[in-house]
């Protein structure tokens, strides 16, 4: 049986669905995303693009943060929901921000990125794995 998984932005303008558990849990540290989220670090998972579907997506904006990757946000909340990567091995995957999820899952196999950057005021206190 397949899950599906619900999520919205915080004025409900823009609601998702994914038909499948996101991959690649990740806690990312680095400046963009923490800039991006008003955070310590922004949380992810990823899922190929064709098991996201997205009702009002005509209220969805885009930055590009970079040359190949692109943010996506609520254009009238601000509620940063979404990032991609036009490029490399994942391109036709999409990474949505755990936060806005309405649904629950079982989460395993976590870990944090970027951590290099990481805010100076925030300690890491888990036992998940963590990249530079």
Not at 21 to 41: D, I, N, V, W, Y
Not at 57 to 73: I, K, M, P, W
Not at 89 to 117: C, M, N, R
Request: proline share 4%.
């Amino acid at each position: 049986m397949t899950d599906i998984l619900r999520g919205s932005c915080l004025c409900d303008r823009v609601q998702y669905q994914l038909t499948m558990r996101p991959k690649a849990l990740s806690h990312c540290h680095c400046t963009q995303c923490r800039k991006g989220h008003g955070s310590a670090f922004a949380s992810y998972g990823s899922v190929p693009r064709s098991h996201l579907s997205v009702r009002g997506a005509e209220h969805l904006a885009s930055f590009r943060s970079s040359a190949t990757v692109a943010r996506q946000f609520c254009s009238h909340c601000g509620s940063s929901l979404f990032w991609s990567n036009s490029a490399g091995e994942y391109a036709d995957w999409v990474s949505i921000a755990l936060g806005t999820l309405d649904s629950d899952f079982p989460a395993s196999k976590q870990k944090h990125l970027h951590v290099a950057s990481k805010a100076a005021w925030y300690e890491i206190h888990d036992a998940w794995p963590q990249r530079p």
